[in-house]
């Protein structure tokens, strides 16, 4: 079994900024890759960035050089860095892991951005 817990959401002004972590434990071989996803409410999930076993890295149009992904294997952990946040940022934040086939969800971590 994975688990992966969130924690690093918070309020924050706009065009501050915030890191988010997902740390993964338990059975961590085979993982494919790890993504952040959102979802506001009222809205559907949405990918925001993913970082593959590989170390490459995508993200969402709306989140281009803004926030940055990126990982510590030693600590098997992956971070979501969030600069020049926007109001539009505020959602619920949610680690997802890709482990041969099956996917995983972290239980997720608030974001709120103020005007």
């Known amino acids: 079994q994975l688990h992966l817990v969130e924690s690093g959401g918070g309020w924050v002004q706009a065009v501050g900024s915030l890191r988010l972590s997902c740390v993964a434990s338990?059975?961590?071989?085979?993982?494919?890759?790890i993504a952040w996803y959102r979802q506001a409410p009222g809205k559907q999930r949405e990918l925001v960035a993913g970082i593959s076993r590989g170390g490459s890295t995508n993200y969402a149009d709306s989140v281009k050089g803004r926030f940055t992904i990126s990982r510590d294997n030693a600590k098997n952990t992956v971070y979501l860095s969030m600069n020049s946040l926007k109001p539009e940022d505020t959602a619920v934040y949610y680690c997802n892991a890709d482990k041969v086939g099956v996917r995983y969800w972290g239980q997720g971590t608030q974001v709120t951005v103020s005007s």
């Open positions: 338990g059975s961590i071989f085979g993982i494919n890759g």
